[in-house]
């Protein structure tokens, strides 16, 4: 069965919505960064999210082509849970309108590598929810932002689950890449 690996940036205050607005780290990049969001999305072959997230990649990853991460991106599946978007622009894009648990799951059965989910919201929620998520990769960047509302955090309201450390990345930059398994859920 394929697993779902989300992949989601957060500051020290747990704030994960627009990490392309958080202030600079002024320090030099870690060039071990791109190699390992390259590596995860290569070792995937379908995209999942939420419309939110979608209205974000879309307009910004068509525009890029010539590296293998861009390549990759714009051909694979890509699968969007929401209601109200209706004709996507972005290619190979299906809706997920009705039933995602139901949709999600048979995507998890279907044969392929694993899919991929980035950044941490109402799909996210919902997976952990239903036991679907597999694997939950936090790039904790070393800064606190100070200010978001509660759909920019990544606390909030979900069931009780564990997870499992399963490996840790510090880069050079300050950093911390946490690998963690989903364990179970808790009463």
Not at 49 to 56: K, P
Not at 86 to 93: E, H, I, L, R, V
Not at 95 to 114: D, F, Y
Not at 160 to 180: A, E, K
């Amino acid at each position: 069965m394929r697993k779902i690996i989300n992949s989601t940036y957060i500051t020290l205050d747990g704030v994960i919505q627009d990490p392309h607005l958080w202030p600079s780290l002024n320090r030099p990049s870690d060039e071990r960064r791109d190699g390992i969001q390259t590596d995860l999305l290569l070792s995937c072959d379908a995209l999942l999210m939420g419309r939110r997230t979608y209205e974000g990649f879309a307009p910004v990853w068509q525009t890029r082509s010539g590296d293998p991460y861009s390549e990759h991106i714009n051909a694979m599946p890509k699968y969007v849970v929401s209601t109200t978007l209706k004709n996507p622009g972005w290619q190979n894009t299906e809706i997920i309108q009705s039933n995602p648990v139901e949709a999600i799951n048979r995507l998890k059965e279907s044969p392929g590598k694993n899919i991929v989910q980035y950044g941490y919201g109402s799909v996210s929620r919902l997976l952990v929810e239903h036991g679907l998520l597999d694997e939950l990769r936090l790039w904790i960047y070393p800064l606190i932002v100070g200010r978001g509302t509660v759909n920019d955090l990544l606390f909030g309201p979900s069931p009780s689950v564990g997870f499992n450390l399963v490996g840790s990345t510090p880069l050079s930059n300050g950093i911390i890449i946490l690998r963690y398994e989903f364990d179970k859920m808790l009463s």
